[in-house]
């Protein structure tokens, strides 16, 4: 009775196996990805190393109530990629200032498709930034 368990227990742990494999995502590969926001037309730079989005930075629009104006987000450290995708937030401290950015997207090849989301906050001074959720996409 063992000998027929074995012989059966065997190539069927092999399908399973090789079915798992079939649907493990290919981590995207590492190097600098460049990109626009799109409808502003301002550029977006990242990095890909070691499971990490680094270095991002976006030129983008922000409002702060009275207005848009042009602004650069570089948010300290980096973005862990999980997969092939990108959910992730980061909170820096700059002065008095909390600076959250949000980074959401997939990877497909050498693209990244996804949004980022920068807005920050004065306590105290109600002064209340922030650029709105950006769709892009980047090359590498």
């Keep these: 009775m063992k000998t027929s368990i074995r ?13 798992c494999a079939a649907v493990a995502v290919a981590a995207p ?3 600098t990805y460049k990109g626009k ?5 301002y550029d977006v730079k990242f ?12 030129r983008m629009l922000q409002d702060c ?9 570089a948010p300290k450290g980096g973005f ?27 990877f497909s090849g050498s693209k990244f498709k996804g949004s980022v989301r920068e ?13 709105l959720k950006r769709k892009f996409t980047a090359k590498k």
């Design 37 to 41: 926001i799109e409808y502003q037309g």
């Design 7 to 19: 012989r059966i227990a065997l190539p069927a742990l092999l399908i399973a196996a090789l079915a």
């Design 47 to 58: 990095k890909v190393s070691g499971g990490k989005v680094t270095k991002f930075s976006a």
């Design 119 to 131: 807005y920050d906050f004065v306590p105290g001074s109600g002064i209340v930034c922030d650029t």
């Design 65 to 73: 109530g009275d207005g848009f104006e042009t602004f650069t987000i």
């Design 29 to 31: 590969s590492s190097g």
């Design 80 to 106: 862990k990629i999980e997969g092939n995708s990108v959910d992730a937030k980061r909170v820096d401290t700059y002065g008095k200032s909390k600076a959250t950015v949000i980074l959401k997207g997939k």
